[in-house]
């Protein structure tokens, strides 16, 4: 069955090919309430999670949206460096809670609809290259093969005109829950050309819903104290709210312990008019760019919740100076599902038509000029905008007079934009080895990439001098952009599907902190034997610090690890284990992930031998040289992260006592014994470290 899935910061829609149109399906409708049912919504699958007071494990939709005591939204917008969420007493990264939302979906359509494994799902046309790989990565392992990941613009345009089969440039004005875009394609005989994009990334549904609470809670005489059940009642109150002024004139909205207050549309409309005339911007930007009046442009189709709003639909038909077409010709809920939903179909052969699917972004490598100092610089194989598939190769010689080896930086870049620039990513590094030092003359080799319609790259890098292939590998593991890879995500997801429920807290009645728990220390190494059976000191201490600096395993501070949490961490283990020699290790990306106010201070620490940096181009990076360096000296690890990839060659890894896990409470550091959980093996619990 050809399935498309419009995966929404708010909303997630799923329609499938019924043979002559796409069908969206009400995959959760029999959990909506009846003050929520309004035109299309019985359509749509909150993309929400949340726990409840006796079910275990998450619950999905809009169980989770209106019945759960605790709730995890937008993960969506999180995707976009993959922030920590926090559920019960575990943090998990936003990819892992996304796939939770995906498996969900996927369960849902096999018990109710027709059963699938495979789809087209659409991203935003300004999402970056890695919230792409991230939205990949969660619905591969909630057992969904994408078959494309297809910009939002595009899939509701092709809606639109599939069936009407006419020529035209469309603008495509969509506004949901998290973001603005605004794309310009142009529709010749079946093929879409995205011409351009602009949009914003954190303007949406979420702000408007900010700015309506702001208001209700100014008209109140003092500000309540809600407790938690009250909060999401008043969050949803307020979201309901929004969704009826777009069709009512006014609305009391209910504000728990206290009397309802009004609120008018026109009221609303005033509050956010700045909101509004910043969602024009990417119009304006497109236009200019372009070189276009608004009458070249043939449609306009508005879609995304916020495009509901009466005056967001007005302020864009000033701005162009023409209607939009008709919601009954295009559904704003649902349309980027449908359209979806039709190239899969075409995919399959299920319907006739073309679709090209275009690289959003350009794909190539970084370069030092030879004889040239300064900066690396992107060197593009793929241009942005190329049909896929797409294949090109380049010729390359590595700097050096005689060279062994070479790593190939794979990126995702926008050629016009310094490489620091935030919005360029580094999928990953390979290493090419030649079959012996060769001389520079002699080690010329050609790269080539071949970029999927499905979104995988190939890379393969062949010797010019006698054609021999010196490389030739999928790219599929993105754990050097900040992707999980996917056998961890399906390991969070089973943890998720177990999360005890919510219970009323307790205050407990004795102290919180009892007296340490003796566990098992690691054992010495080989090369010294243990002259009696009592527990040995821990001497050396091996440390994660590129996890310790994200904080709790995950990006838990924004979108940058914390150089200062590190140290911080590092002279917290000095202090409790001052008869331990401390050695932490970094990714060789550590110091351009760090804000750049922190770099010089890291440079210092490299100098100083305080931290040291594993080469780039390093199989398994810092967590491989953590392992190393563990088992050589007998060293104690400290990292919060499973290694689960590692386990099978190092067993001894999930051994009680052979690594320390870190939390940070308030001010102070706790350095609990913790065993790795080998895949598909029981959990274990935490116990403290006797020290000293």
């Known amino acids: 069955m050809a399935t498309g899935i419009d995966f929404g910061t708010?909303?997630?829609?799923?329609?499938?090919?019924?043979?002559?149109?796409?069908?969206?399906?009400?995959?959760?409708?029999?959990?909506?309430?009846?003050?929520?049912?309004?035109?299309?919504?019985?359509?749509?699958?909150?993309?929400?999670?949340?726990?409840?007071a006796l079910q275990r494990g998450l619950l999905y939709g809009w169980e989770a949206k209106l019945r759960s005591q605790r709730t995890i939204e937008a993960c969506k917008r999180m995707l976009r460096s993959d922030g920590a969420i926090e559920v019960g007493a575990r943090r998990f990264p936003a990819t892992s809670v996304a796939a939770g939302v995906f498996a969900a979906i996927r369960d849902r359509a096999d018990d109710y609809f027709a059963p699938f494994d495979s789809a087209v799902i659409t991203v935003p046309a300004n999402a970056k290259g890695g919230a792409r790989y991230r939205t990949r990565a969660a619905a591969a392992a909630a057992g969904i093969k994408v078959k494309a990941l297809l910009n939002e613009p595009t899939a509701a345009a092709l809606a639109y005109m599939h069936h009407l089969g006419e020529n035209g440039t469309i603008m495509v004005f969509d506004w949901g829950g998290g973001t603005i875009d605004v794309t310009v394609l142009e529709h010749v005989d079946g093929f879409f050309h995205e011409k351009i994009s602009h949009g914003i990334t954190q303007l949406g549904g979420i702000e408007i819903d900010q700015r309506l609470r702001r208001m209700v809670l100014g008209r109140l005489n003092r500000l309540p104290d809600f407790a938690p059940e009250q909060e999401r009642a008043f969050a949803l109150a307020i979201e309901r709210s929004k969704i009826r002024l777009s069709v009512e004139e006014s609305v009391h909205v209910d504000v728990p312990g206290r009397p309802a207050v009004e609120i008018g549309r026109s009221e609303l409309e005033a509050e956010i008019a700045d909101l509004v005339e910043q969602a024009l911007i990417p119009a304006r930007r497109c236009l200019n760019d372009l070189g276009a009046e608004p009458a070249e442009i043939d449609d306009i189709l508005m879609i995304g919740g916020s495009s509901r709003i009466p005056c967001v639909r007005q302020a864009v038909e000033r701005l162009m100076d023409d209607a939009t077409v008709s919601p009954d010709l295009c559904d704003p809920m649902t349309a980027v599902a449908e359209g979806a939903a039709v190239a899969a179909a075409l995919f399959d052969r299920e319907t006739e038509g073309v679709l090209k699917v275009t690289s959003m972004y350009a794909l190539g490598t970084t370069h030092q000029p030879h004889g040239r100092d300064g900066a690396k610089e992107f060197s593009t194989l793929i241009k942005a905008g190329s049909p896929l598939p797409a294949s090109r190769e380049k010729h390359y010689t590595p700097n050096g007079a005689t060279v062994q080896s070479v790593d190939i930086p794979v990126w995702e870049a926008d050629p016009a934009k310094p490489l620091s620039d935030e919005e360029n990513f580094q999928l990953t590094t390979l290493r090419v080895a030649f079959p012996r030092e060769l001389p520079r003359g002699e080690a010329e080799f050609t790269l080539k990439y071949v970029y999927t319609t499905d979104g995988l790259l190939r890379v393969t890098a062949t010797l010019v001098s006698t054609g021999e292939v010196l490389l030739d590998e999928e790219i599929s593991d993105f754990t050097s952009g900040g992707c999980l890879p996917t056998h961890l995500i399906e390991e969070h997801l089973r943890e998720l599907a177990l999360t005890p429920p919510l219970r009323a807290a307790v205050r407990p009645a004795e102290p919180v902190f009892k007296a340490p728990v003796p566990v098992p220390v690691p054992k010495p190494p080989a090369s010294r034997p243990a002259t009696d059976t009592a527990a040995p000191e821990i001497t050396a201490l091996a440390v994660d610090g590129s996890n310790l600096a994200w904080g709790n395993g995950f990006q838990s501070r924004g979108d940058r690890p914390s150089l200062a949490r590190l140290q911080s961490a590092l002279r917290a283990l000095a202090k409790e284990f001052p008869?331990?020699?401390?050695?932490?290790?970094?990714?060789?990306?550590?110091?351009?992930?760090?804000?750049?106010?922190?770099?010089?201070?890291?440079?210092?620490?490299?100098?100083?031998d305080a931290l040291v940096r594993v080469p780039a181009g390093t199989h398994g990076k810092a967590d491989r040289a953590v392992i190393e360096y563990a088992e050589r000296t007998g060293a104690t690890i400290v990292t919060n992260d499973n290694y689960g990839e590692f386990h099978q060659g190092f067993p001894w890894l999930v051994e009680k006592g052979r690594v320390l896990g870190?939390?940070?409470?308030?001010?102070?550091?706790?350095?609990?014994?913790?065993?790795?959980?080998?895949?598909?093996?029981?959990?274990?619990?935490?116990?403290?470290?006797?020290h000293g």
């Open 662 to 690: 870190a939390q940070y409470a308030g001010d102070i550091w706790l350095f609990l014994a913790r065993t790795p959980r080998p895949s598909g093996g029981p959990r274990r619990t935490s116990q403290r470290l006797p």
């Open 579 to 608: 008869q331990a020699r401390v050695t932490a290790f970094v990714d060789p990306a550590f110091q351009h992930q760090i804000d750049a106010s922190e770099r010089p201070a890291f440079e210092e620490a490299i100098a100083a």
């Open 10 to 52: 708010t909303n997630s829609v799923i329609a499938q090919w019924n043979g002559t149109a796409a069908e969206p399906l009400p995959l959760d409708g029999d959990h909506i309430d009846a003050d929520w049912f309004y035109p299309s919504f019985e359509n749509l699958f909150p993309t929400v999670a949340g726990q409840g």
